[in-house]
T-cell receptor
Framework: EAQVTQNPRYLITVTGKKLTVTCSQN?????MSWYRQDPGLGLRQIYY???????DKGDVPEGYKVSRKEKRNFPLILESPSPNQTSLYFC??????????FGPGTRLTVL | GENVEQHPSTLSVQEGDSAVIKCTYS??????FPWYKQELGKRPQLIID?????GEKKDQRIAVTLNKTAKHFSLHITETQPEDSAVYFC????????????FGAGTRLFVKA
């Protein structure tokens, strides 16, 4: 089954404790993105990747890192999380720059 | 910076009526305009999209129109049904030279039975 998976689905952590949210797709898609969703703000792109070892900043990259060492995986890293990074995070993938397939989301709370 | 404005933020219609959601974008280099539907607690899913070389596209009860000169595009849902109740997001992105995608803030659609 074609899908995008994210782990964990829910995470509560404390300020400053490094964390990684994993994203994996099995559709051999070139393009992958991370978004955060906050009430009244829609989805905002954090980072995107157009292929292995090719990443670029989206609209709100501050405080986040990504890597794309393999085509199927695109982890999101928060080196020192802060409360303003409490949000719902979605990973998405697509073949070229059209239809994006979203993962199930990761709800992150930073205390 | 680039932005996408979406209106209205909330829309309530009677079952069977039409619903229209409008978006405007700022980056004239945008050339791909998808619409996503997000049901409560679920992930966004593409319902229709339009590319900049097309003015209108229709898929059953859903249609999208694009006016590149005005940088404006709209979603039209006809014969609305209760299962159309959800949050709808428009987006604008460049399909060449990058993958930056800007989403609108969303429209919460209520369809009353």
């Amino acid at each position: 089954e074609a899908q995008v998976t994210q782990n964990p689905r829910y995470l509560i952590t404390v300020t400053g404790k490094k964390l990684t949210v994993t994203c994996s797709q099995n559709m051999n898609h070139e393009y992958m993105s991370w978004y955060r969703q906050d009430p009244g703000l829609g989805l905002r792109q954090i980072y995107y990747s157009m292929n292995v070892e090719v990443t670029d900043k989206g609209d709100v990259p501050e405080g986040y890192k990504v890597s794309r060492k393999e085509k199927r995986n695109f982890p999101l890293i928060l080196e020192s999380p802060s409360p303003n990074q409490t949000s719902l995070y979605f990973c998405a993938s697509s073949q070229r720059t059209d239809t994006q397939y979203f993962g199930p989301g990761t709800r992150l709370t930073v205390l | 910076g680039e932005n996408v404005e979406q209106h209205p933020s909330t829309l309530s219609v009677q079952e069977g009526d039409s619903a229209v959601i409008k978006c405007t974008y700022s980056d004239s280099a945008s050339n791909y305009f998808p619409w996503y539907k997000q049901e409560l607690g679920k992930r966004p899913q593409l319902i229709i999209d339009i590319r900049s070389n097309v003015g209108e596209k229709k898929d059953q009860r859903i249609a999208v129109t694009l006016n590149k000169t005005a940088k404006h595009f709209s979603l039209h849902i006809t014969e609305t049904q209760p299962e159309d109740s959800a949050v709808y997001f428009c987006a604008a992105s460049m399909r060449t030279g990058g993958f930056k995608t800007i989403f609108g803030a969303g429209t919460r659609l209520f369809v009353k039975a």
